[in-house]
């Protein structure tokens, strides 16, 4: 067996286990009848992402879920794959192109297709080898892109099958339109940013009563040529007696327009009337549905004004024509005042510049299964965490709007729609596209493609992702989905994934679920997956979303090489509570190489100290323990170590996992390494209870490297063959399940529970001295004398305990003892006992110190009772919370008054 090095090096370990981990296919998921399946879906990043810190907290809690369900026996299939990010992807492509001074117009479609998917090959996927420096246990045999041809016929047949169904149709409605990349986007694709400008108040005549005039505000001047009405609110005083009448367009073609009543103006802004733009406001456009308003486009594609927009303002760029809309409004006397002002303004997220509003023909979906999908989380059959986000989710499917699933791009899943020859596809009614003989719909297109034309849009990104937790495995194909085990995998169980695509994705994956899989089966045969883990978004100290443009996100490979991979993914996930945004504190990540050096030096002690016995599994370490040779303090750690496992095995359930790792990281550094490695040095110099001692040693060390393993598992593997608890040829990642309590309480593993509880005591009554010396900058080594205050059953203990309580504490002694009234002391409070430390000269500095602690206590109490006095806190909170809170206070109530007699005593 190899020894410990006496320092870890994280490269070499990851490097090695990793390739030997590859090559005994231990990531692989394969059905089995003889296991329960655990199953994770990865959320596809696109296919030109790298590696960043939002991806190493989503990536590594799927990872740490993925390897628990392994140690539990399940059968783990977690399946990788990326996505082809359409405007994404294109976007990098025509970047490319334009350094050689080209347009994909240039090459054509099919060549500049063949440019892409030799990117592809070449560059895409570089995130999913990134996952694999950071310990991803994906199982990559099955890696998955969403243009593959069995995926791309999946999206296809759902887009024939719908429009089968009539619920994909053609219409000209508005969208977000990205003027540089000529392409309709979505939301998710759309970026807020404060915008500086100008507020211009301009008038609008009224025909019959010249020199009257109503009066707009609008940042945008240039789309006045696009008006169609001015609205006000049907209940504003100041406008009542002209609701009805007409004004005179103040730019552009001359034009008399009408003043409408509608409720969704605001009365309160600027004027309290609204110029009506249908084909550039999205709200205007709804206005204008309502009263039966034809819409004005007086932008180009490009956004540059058009003819509509009159002589002096066409051919100019939106912003040039804004420019130029203020000056002859000014010319005229129709601009009242121009002001300063700042709003958000939806940018592109690839392309950089605003968004427009506009009207064009697009393919639209009425979502499937609406009332099913309310259901699955409504009744608990998919349950999120943290629990909030099923209200958003719900408020999001009764207000639903019909989806635009096409794109103006080239790289993508081309929309199967054939067109007759000679047609004008922007001037086909309702009735045409239902004509076969005029518009064809299928998966393989018509038989006489010569006399037919293919629709040049390809479908939105998310219409193909939200197929990914079937399509991956081989649906609607038969053979496939028996190749990839669909009937044991799916539905799958938990996605890992961040909020702010709780409509784009998740609530999408869930109706292409029910609709698609399983018809006519139960529903909760059909969901997608049943928890659904939502993430915090990274963010640095100032609060700010990391991002390469900021410049505020570090590098997670530089973290890696710096920290190692274990050091990141436990560092991440200790700053990292359920569902909250997270700080980024590189010093977590620090605190997380630390730990794994505290894990590989205990394991290193534990080997210095002893032969390695037979470790092969927890019955064989069993055997060699002896509880009749039991003391305290082996009582006291036992019991610790079924009381984390128990905290660990309820932090999994309620997907808990920062909590987990700060119980592993208190159990092994505080109850393990700090006190009981310390204690045990007395017992490793004496025959009789040196083996005994190392026995638990070994036990402690298996079950913690167990369950440390799913967050930390490099280290966890070579620290596990380096003690022995592996056979030559098997793996910890794979071979090995993990002991629950019970299961070691069966073995004969009794703890008594009043031993374990005087440790405890004496532990505190070492950290409050400790504590004190860190305070008052006095050595921790140093050998002071202490007097106790204390209880006849309290001096009991500690005057059993006094030889390893002065070693612990770095005590010259330990003495029972009184204050003396008005002596000068420093004296810690400890419930029903106290420490005391007589000093020399003036006790005004102690005086101080006790009276700031009785106020901190104090706002503890008052904080506490809040709580306590909340009714939704009480209404809601479990029963334990509920009963450790009200023991809380009785605590700090009686540490209160505890330092209120202390002050007292000190004159």
């Not at 994909?168 to 540089?180: S, T």
């Not at 030096?601 to 370490?621: H, L, P, W, Y």
């Not at 359930?653 to 310390?678: H, I, K, M, P, R």
């Not at 620290?719 to 399940?737: E, I, S, V």
Request: some cysteine; overall charge neutral.
């Amino acid at each position: 067996m190899a020894q410990i090095t006496k320092s870890y090096e994280p490269q070499e370990v990851e490097k090695k286990w990793y390739a030997d981990w590859l090559q005994a296919g231990c990531f692989a998921g394969r059905a089995n009848p003889a296991k329960a399946p655990y199953t994770i879906m990865i959320p596809p990043p696109n296919v030109t992402g790298v590696l960043t810190m939002g991806h190493v907290l989503n990536n590594t809690l799927q990872d740490i879920l993925i390897r628990r369900a392994r140690l539990e026996g399940c059968e783990a299939l977690w399946l990788p794959g990326t996505d082809h990010a359409g405007i994404a992807t294109q976007t990098v492509v025509e970047r490319e192109l334009r350094k050689e001074k080209k347009h994909r117009r240039d090459l054509g479609r099919e060549k500049f297709l063949e440019k892409v998917w030799s990117w592809r090959e070449d560059k895409g996927g570089i995130i999913l080898k990134q996952l694999q420096a950071l310990g991803a246990s994906a199982d990559w045999s099955r890696t998955q892109f969403t243009m593959d041809p069995a995926y791309s016929q999946a999206v296809l047949k759902v887009f024939v099958d719908l429009y089968g169904k009539g619920q994909i149709y053609r219409g000209k409605r508005m969208v977000n339109w990205c003027p540089v990349s000529l392409t309709a986007l979505s939301d998710e694709e759309v970026i807020m940013k404060p915008a500086k400008g100008f507020l211009y108040q301009v008038r609008y005549e009224l025909v019959d009563q010249p020199g009257r005039f109503i009066e707009v505000k609008t940042t945008r001047p240039e789309t006045i040529p696009g008006d169609v009405a001015i609205a006000v609110h049907p209940d504003d005083p100041r406008y009542t007696d002209i609701i009805g009448k007409k004004v005179r367009r103040p730019l552009g073609p001359t034009a008399e327009i009408p003043i409408i009543a509608d409720a969704a103006v605001d009365q309160a802004f600027g004027s309290g009337a609204l110029k009506i733009t249908p084909a550039h406001d999205k709200v205007d456009f709804e206005v204008g549905q309502r009263h039966k308003l034809a819409p004005i486009d007086v932008l180009t594609p490009d956004a540059k004004l058009n003819e509509l927009a009159g002589p002096e303002l066409a051919g100019l760029d939106r912003f040039a024509g804004r420019k130029k809309a203020a000056e002859l409004l000014k010319a005229s006397g129709a601009l009242v005042q121009e002001e300063p002002y700042e709003n958000n303004v939806g940018y592109s997220e690839r392309a950089d510049v605003p968004i427009e509003p506009r009207l064009t023909w697009q393919w639209w979906l009425k979502y499937p299964r609406i009332e099913e999908a309310k259901t699955a989380v409504r009744d608990g059959h998919i349950k999120f965490y943290p629990e909030r986000w099923s209200k958003v989710y719900l408020h999001w499917l009764e207000n639903i709007q019909d989806w635009c699933i096409s794109r103006q791009l080239w790289w993508g899943h081309r929309i199967p729609v054939w067109y007759a020859k000679g047609l004008d596809k922007e001037k086909l009614t309702e009735a045409d596209l239902a004509d076969p003989k005029k518009v064809h719909v299928s998966l393989d297109g018509p038989a006489d493609k010569d006399n037919w034309v293919q629709e040049d849009d390809v479908l939105d990104t998310w219409a193909s992702s939200w197929l990914w937790p079937f399509a991956t495995l081989g649906w609607p194909d038969r053979g496939a989905m028996d190749k990839a085990g669909f009937d044991y995998f799916y539905p799958t169980t938990t996605l890992v994934t961040g909020p702010d695509i709780i409509f784009f994705w998740v609530a999408r994956m869930i109706m292409a679920g029910l609709e698609f899989v399983r018809p006519g089966e139960p529903l909760e045969r059909r969901i997608p997956f049943k928890h659904v883990y939502f993430t915090g978004i990274i963010r640095d100290q100032q609060g700010r979303k990391m991002s390469k443009s900021l410049g505020n996100s570090p590098d997670p490979l530089d973290l890696i090489a710096k920290y190692g991979a274990d050091g990141l993914r436990f560092g991440i996930v200790s700053i990292a509570p359920q569902g909250q945004d997270i700080r980024f504190q590189e010093d977590r990540i620090e605190g997380g190489k630390n730990f794994c050096n505290k894990l590989w030096n205990a394991c290193r002690f534990r080997e210095m100290n002893g032969e390695m016995a037979d470790n092969s599994s927890c019955g064989a370490i069993l055997a060699r323990i002896e509880p009749p040779k039991f003391d305290a303090d082996d009582h006291a750690i036992l019991d610790r170590l079924l009381a984390t496992t128990r905290e660990v095995d309820r932090c999994f359930t309620e997907f808990e996992f920062s909590a987990a790792v700060q119980a592993l990281y208190g159990f092994f550094w505080n109850d393990f390494c700090d006190w009981y490695v310390e204690v045990s040095k007395a017992k490793l110099l004496d025959p009789a209870t040196k083996a005994n001692c190392l026995a638990i040693q070994d036990l402690v060390l298996r079950q913690t490297l167990l369950l440390l393993h799913p967050f930390i598992p490099f280290i966890t593997e070579e620290l596990w063959h380096l003690l022995g608890y592996g056979a030559p040829g098997t793996f910890l990642a794979k071979d090995t399940l993990l002991e629950n309590c019970s299961q070691m309480a069966a073995r004969g593993l009794a703890i008594d529970a009043k031993a374990a509880a005087q440790v405890s005591t004496l532990k505190a009554v070492c950290s409050q001295v400790r504590a004190f010396k860190a305070e008052h900058g006095e050595a921790a080594s140093k050998t002071s004398e202490f007097v106790v205050e204390a209880t006849d059953a309290h001096w009991a203990v500690l005057e059993a305990n006094l030889a390893k309580l002065k070693r612990m504490m770095g005590a010259g002694s330990i003495t029972r003892g009184a204050m003396s009234p008005n002596a000068p002391a420093i004296v810690t409070a400890y419930g029903t006992w106290n420490l005391i430390k007589q000093l020399k000269g003036d006790p005004a500095a102690e005086k101080v110190r006790l009276t700031k602690e009785i106020e901190a206590m104090g706002k503890h109490i008052a904080g506490t009772q809040a709580r306590l006095s909340n009714e939704a806190f009480v209404s809601k909170a479990p029963p334990a919370v509920l009963e450790g809170a009200r023991k809380q206070l009785a605590d700090q109530q009686a540490k209160q008054a505890e330092l209120e007699r202390l002050l007292k005593a000190l004159g």
